[in-house]
């Protein structure tokens, strides 16, 4: 019923896998965005049984390695490398994971290419990232999603817990939110936003929403890995919001995508004032101060990183070549 991907790109690895869901029935549910119940996801404050460092509440074990084994439940998991230079290609090959060799091009192009090109044996793949892991209840909500699904839907929207240590940033990171994991096989979902990729247009009707989450470990390899990365996106993002136009329709739209890259536009228009804004609009008023000392600590991290997109932005606009330099 599932097949499972996974992007490498050097020792960072993507994985495209397949997940479990509630599917909620009725046209007009189909593409609303569901509530999510709290005792849907206090079920499943399940913190992986696997080895953690006791300080920071880490799992020992590499990103591919715990994600390729929660994913025990899928026969049929296959990983893009782009050339890692660590033991990744070992690691997931002694796991029972079929490895393929790409030159990396962007996430959303690997994505695709995995769905054209990898012999994927069965009509849906699940995308995770390495420094995600499913779960038995994710895993039970998938399988029963896709054991009723009907034809016209084309994929499924699913959310994460994102995990700072053991501790859920429920509160601090919007939970939920929402992002297409979950696809039919002969679809090339995705296209290129930004650091990281976003769907294509669906039509009306076609999108499902998984309630059940996974968990997401940004922090697996420490601060000095993920600030490193985020410093990267910061330059990624910065072009991207500035081509990015602004439609006001779309800040409402029912469809989160949607919303979310119209926030981002709306943001480029907005300067210094975005980063404490985000902070004061996550911390205050949802509630981000609930998850004690994590949550600040995380929104803290988050607005720094929206500080440098916005000092980016303002980089290239003074540049003398402007956008067209970075286009």
Same mark, same amino acid.
């Given at each position: 019923?599932?097949?499972?991907?996974?992007?490498?790109?050097?020792?960072?690895?993507?994985?495209?896998?397949?997940?479990?869901?509630?599917?909620?029935?009725?046209?007009?549910?189909? $593409?609303?965005?569901?509530?999510?119940?709290?005792?849907?996801?206090?079920?499943?404050?399940?913190?992986?049984?696997?080895?953690?460092?006791?300080?920071?509440?880490?799992?020992?074990?590499?990103?591919?390695?715990?994600?390729?084994?929660?994913?025990?439940?899928?026969?049929? #998991?296959?990983?893009?490398?782009?050339?890692?230079?660590? $033991?990744?290609?070992?690691?997931?090959?002694?796991?029972?994971?079929?490895?393929?060799?790409? %030159?990396?091009?962007?996430?959303?192009?690997?994505?695709?290419?995995?769905?054209?090109?990898?012999?994927?044996?069965?009509?849906?793949?699940?995308?995770?990232?390495?420094?995600?892991?499913?779960?038995?209840?994710?895993?039970?909500?998938?399988?029963?999603?896709?054991?009723?699904?009907?034809?016209?839907?084309?994929?499924?929207?699913?959310?994460?817990?994102?995990?700072?240590?053991?501790?859920?940033?429920?509160?601090?990171?919007?939970?939920?939110?929402?992002?297409?994991?979950?696809?039919?096989?002969?679809?090339?979902?995705?296209?290129?936003?930004?650091?990281?990729?976003?769907?294509?247009?669906?039509?009306?009707?076609?999108?499902?929403?998984?309630?059940?989450?996974?968990?997401?470990?940004?922090?697996?390899?420490?601060?000095?890995?993920?600030?490193?990365?985020?410093?990267?996106?910061?330059?990624?993002?910065?072009?991207?919001?500035?081509?990015?136009?602004?439609?006001?329709?779309?800040?409402?739209?029912?469809? %989160?995508?949607?919303? #979310?890259?119209?926030?981002?536009?709306?943001?480029?228009?907005?300067?210094?004032?975005?980063?404490?804004?985000?902070?004061?609009?996550?911390?205050?008023?949802?509630?981000?101060?609930?998850?004690?000392?994590?949550?600040?600590?995380?929104?803290?991290?988050?607005?720094?990183?929206?500080?440098?997109?916005?000092?980016?932005?303002?980089?290239?606009?003074?540049?003398?070549?402007?956008?067209?330099?970075?286009?």
């Amino acid at each position: 019923m599932l097949s499972a991907v996974i992007i490498s790109k050097n020792e960072a690895c993507n994985r495209l896998l397949s997940k479990p869901g509630i599917l909620f029935s009725g046209q007009e549910k189909i $593409n609303e965005e569901p509530e999510c119940t709290e005792s849907v996801h206090e079920d499943s404050e399940f913190i992986f049984d696997e080895p953690r460092d006791q300080k920071t509440g880490f799992p020992k074990k590499s990103n591919i390695e715990g994600c390729i084994q929660s994913l025990s439940w899928i026969d049929d #998991i296959h990983v893009v490398d782009s050339g890692s230079t660590d $033991n990744t290609v070992a690691l997931a090959q002694n796991l029972g994971a079929t490895v393929h060799y790409r %030159p990396f091009t962007t996430y959303a192009e690997q994505h695709n290419w995995a769905h054209r090109e990898a012999g994927l044996k069965h009509p849906w793949v699940l995308h995770l990232d390495a420094d995600e892991r499913s779960t038995p209840a994710f895993q039970k909500s998938v399988l029963e999603c896709l054991s009723n699904t009907p034809p016209k839907i084309l994929a499924y929207y699913c959310c994460w817990k994102l995990m700072l240590g053991k501790k859920w940033l429920k509160y601090s990171d919007g939970f939920p939110r929402w992002q297409l994991r979950l696809v039919r096989k002969e679809l090339e979902p995705y296209i290129e936003f930004g650091h990281a990729q976003k769907e294509k247009n669906f039509e009306d009707g076609s999108l499902g929403y998984i309630q059940e989450p996974y968990l997401h470990f940004p922090w697996s390899k420490g601060w000095a890995h993920w600030l490193e990365k985020h410093n990267t996106y910061s330059s990624k993002e910065a072009i991207e919001r500035l081509h990015h136009p602004l439609d006001w329709k779309q800040l409402f739209s029912p469809h %989160p995508s949607k919303r #979310i890259f119209a926030v981002k536009a709306a943001a480029a228009r907005l300067g210094l004032l975005w980063p404490f804004f985000r902070f004061f609009y996550h911390y205050i008023l949802r509630g981000g101060f609930l998850d004690g000392y994590a949550g600040l600590v995380y929104l803290l991290s988050i607005s720094y990183y929206e500080l440098c997109i916005t000092l980016k932005m303002e980089e290239i606009k003074a540049s003398p070549e402007g956008l067209s330099k970075n286009t």
